[in-house]
């Protein structure tokens, strides 16, 4: 069974930094990508980055040169350093991974990012 465990949200003020962690076990197959989305209240969930099996990223445009992706592909383990916190930064965080064959999401239960103003 696919397990996908978060950890490192919480409560920081504008500018400040948080590291989330998510640490996948119970893999079958291979590692496509690995990656975090988020969910405002009242938003839909969007990609923020991912990163894929050969190392390439890629970060949706608000978070870029701010978050940063990483990986410990041995340990199916993924990082998001998160610096420069918004308070549109806000919202629960999900940690997904990507295997095939055949295609396969797996997300984790999420975590709470608060950024305070």
């Known amino acids: 069974q696919v397990q996908l465990v978060e950890s490192g949200g919480g409560l920081v003020q504008t500018g400040g930094s948080l590291r989330l962690s998510c640490a996948a076990s119970g893999i079958i197959g291979r590692l496509n990508t690995m990656g975090w989305y988020r969910q405002a209240p009242g938003k839909q969930r969007e990609l923020v980055a991912r990163i894929f099996s050969g190392g390439s990223t890629n970060y949706v445009d608000s978070v870029s040169g701010r978050f940063t992706i990483s990986r410990d592909s041995a340990n199916y383990t993924v990082y998001l350093q998160m610096n420069s916190l918004k308070p549109e930064d806000t919202a629960v965080y999900y940690c997904?991974?990507?295997?095939?064959?055949?295609?396969?999401?797996?997300w984790g239960q999420g975590t709470q990012v608060t950024v305070s103003s």
């Open positions: 997904n991974v990507e295997t095939f064959p055949p295609l396969t999401d797996y």
